[in-house]
Nanobody, 129 residues
Framework: SQFVESGGDLVQPGGSLRLTCVASGFTLTGFGVGWYRQAPGKEREGVSC????????RNADSVGNRFIISRDNAKNMVYLQMNDLKPEDTGVYYC???????????????????????WGEGTLVTVPL
């Protein structure tokens, strides 16, 4: 059981893109969910998270308010609206579920937090120089 990400593409600087993540084989209802990315040669980092019940959102400083995470529990889907894209936003974007431990924005944005589970295979976003 894992997430299936889609929507990645090549987009010019300043452009927008919407990524979609579908939970396959499990429910995301009640769990926090995050979007993460890994740029070439760099470690995976947290980008944006949304809590399970109150749907409180938190973004990494690197994306500020350019990115907006949302979820639709009925459809078992999570979205990431990315605006004003920059070359440094290039990378493979993944979803993960905070299945174990205590949800907090800090925990969720920590890509190495051992409570994260159900990682997908990612979708590639490319923003050229």
């Amino acid at each position: 059981s894992q997430f299936v990400e889609s929507g990645g593409d090549l987009v010019q600087p300043g452009g927008s893109l919407r990524l979609t993540c579908v939970a396959s084989g499990f429910t995301l209802t009640g769990f926090g969910v995050g979007w993460y990315r890994q740029a070439p040669g760099k470690e995976r980092e947290g980008v944006s998270c949304i809590s399970g019940v109150t749907e409180i959102k938190r973004n990494a400083d690197s994306v500020g308010n350019r990115f907006i995470i949302s979820r639709d529990n009925a459809k078992n889907m999570v979205y990431l609206q990315m605006n004003d894209l920059k070359p440094e936003d290039t990378g493979v974007y993944y979803c993960a579920l905070l299945r174990r431990g205590v949800y907090s924005g800090k925990n969720c944005l920590n890509a190495k937090y051992d409570g994260l589970d159900n990682w997908g295979e990612g979708t590639l976003v490319t923003v050229p120089l």
